[in-house]
DNA sequence: ACCTGAACACCGTTCAAGT
DNA sequence: ACCTGAACACCGTTCAAGT
C-alpha cells in the first residue's frame, strides 16, 4: 500500500522498472532463470528493446535488483515467524526455520537468484543474509537456546550452520522437485513445519543433558 | 583406466563427446552454467559450429547428460564413504552424508546442473539420487540407527529428510559462496565432517533415549 | 528524463553438402 | 558415421535520434 502511484492507461510513464521487476520474477518463478530474456520482458511491457537499459544496467543488474529484494523479503519473513512464536529460545528457532521455509517457498523466482554464485558479490544489500541480519538473528537464537540448556554447548557456529544448511537444502530441494516424487512430504506448510520442528528437537534433545 | 581408446593428434575421430563433456563441466566449474556456450565449446574442441549436434541433441541434451553422469558418481562417493566408516549404524550414517558433500564439493559443475528444476524430469539414470539407489542408502542407514537406538523413534522420514537437506544445503551454500565470508568454516574437508558429525551427533544423542 | 529503433556481436539449432 | 559451413531466429547491449 506504499507511494507508488500509478498512472493510467500506458506504461510508458508509470513505473516501468517495477513492472520489469516483477515480471521478470514471474517468468523466473514459472521457467527458471534462463528463461529470462531482456528483450522478451520488453515485448511483453509493451516498449522497445532498448528501454529496459534505462532502469537497469544490464540483465546482471536486473537479477541483483532482485536478489537485493529477495534478502529483505527473507528477512521480514524470518523476523515475523519469530514473532509469532513463543518467546522461550527453541520456538524462537523454529519461528526463524519457519520463516525462511516459508519465505523460500512463496518467492521461488527471488530466491533462484539470490543464490547463485555470479551476484553473490554483487549484492548491495545491508541485511542480505551471508552478510548480516538474517544471519545475526539465526546466531542470536542459537546463542539463547545455549544458554537455556536448549542446545548442546560447544561452538555454536556448527549449529548454526546445521541450522541454516537444512532450511536452506529443504527449500532447495522442494523447490528443484527433487522432493515430489518422494514418500516425504505432500504440501508446502508440512515441509516448512516438519523442518523447523525436527531441527530444533534435535538440537533441544540433545542440549538439555550436553555437558 | 577403462575402454577409452584415444586416436593421436587431432579430435576429429577420437572422442568428441568426451571432450565436449569434460569441456563443459570445467566451464560451469569455473563460470557457472549460463556461461556455458555450445558454440565456444566447439571452438574450444576445434570442432565446427554444428559438430556438437552429432553427439547432443540439444544443450539441453548435453546438460542431462552431465547430470547423469553426476548422479552415478554421487552414489559412488556415498559409497566410499561409507565404505571408509565403521560399521556402527551412527558412522555408516556419517559416512553417507561425508560423500555426498566431498562429492558436491569436488565436482561442483555436476552438482550445479544435477539438481536444476529443467532437468529434473529428464533425467534417464536409474540411480538418481531422488529416485533411487542414493535415496535408499540414506533411508536405510536411518533404519539402523532407529534400531539401534542411535535415532528418536518416530516417522524415519522427517529424519531421513533432515539428514539430506543438512548434507545438501551445506552443499549449495558453499559451492554458491554464501559461506567464504563468513566466520563458519575455512576450508572443504573442515565443513565436510563438521556436517556430518554435527548431524549425526544430533540425530543419535536424541535417539539413545527417546520413546 | 525517458523512450525508440537500428545496429553489432553472439548464441542455439538446422540442414544440405562433403568425406 | 561423422563433420562442415552457411543460414535463421533469437538474445544482450549500444547509441544516435527523438519527445
Redesign the pocket.
Known amino acids: 500500500m506504499p507511494r507508488i502511484a500509478k498512472k493510467s492507461g500506458t506504461?510508458?510513464?508509470g513505473d516501468?522498472r517495477r513492472v520489469l521487476l516483477e515480471t521478470a520474477v514471474r517468468v523466473i518463478d514459472h521457467d527458471g532463470l534462463s528463461a529470462?530474456?531482456?528483450?522478451?520482458l520488453?515485448r511483453k511491457a509493451?516498449?522497445?528493446?532498448?528501454?529496459p537499459?534505462?532502469?537497469f544496467?544490464?540483465?546482471?543488474q536486473l537479477l541483483i535488483a532482485i536478489a537485493d529484494e529477495g534478502f529483505e523479503r527473507l528477512v521480514a519473513e524470518m523476523k515475523r515467524g519469530a514473532a509469532e512464536a513463543n518467546a522461550d529460545a527453541a520456538s524462537q528457532l523454529r519461528g526463524l526455520g519457519l520463516g525462511y521455509i516459508r519465505f523460500a517457498l512463496a518467492h521461488r523466482g527471488h530466491f533462484r537468484v539470490m543464490f547463485r554464485t555470479e551476484f553473490q558479490r554483487h549484492l548491495s544489500n545491508p541485511h542480505a543474509v551471508p552478510g548480516g541480519e538474517g544471519f545475526g538473528m539465526l546466531r542470536d537464537a542459537i546463542l539463547r537456546c545455549q544458554a537455556e540448556g536448549l542446545a548442546p554447548s560447544g561452538d555454536p557456529m556448527s549449529l548454526v550452520l546445521i541450522a541454516w544448511s537444512c532450511v536452506h537444502g529443504a527449500s532447495a530441494l522442494w523447490i528443484d522437485g527433487s522432493l515430489g516424487n518422494k514418500p516425504l512430504v505432500v504440501d508446502e506448510e508440512t515441509l516448512a513445519t516438519m523442518i523447523s520442528s525436527t531441527i530444533v528437537q534435535l538440537i533441544a534433545a540433545s542440549g538439555s543433558r550436553a555437558s
Open positions: 506504461y510508458h510513464h516501468l529470462l530474456s531482456l528483450l522478451a520488453a509493451g516498449v522497445s528493446s532498448g528501454a537499459y534505462h532502469h544496467e544490464s540483465r546482471e
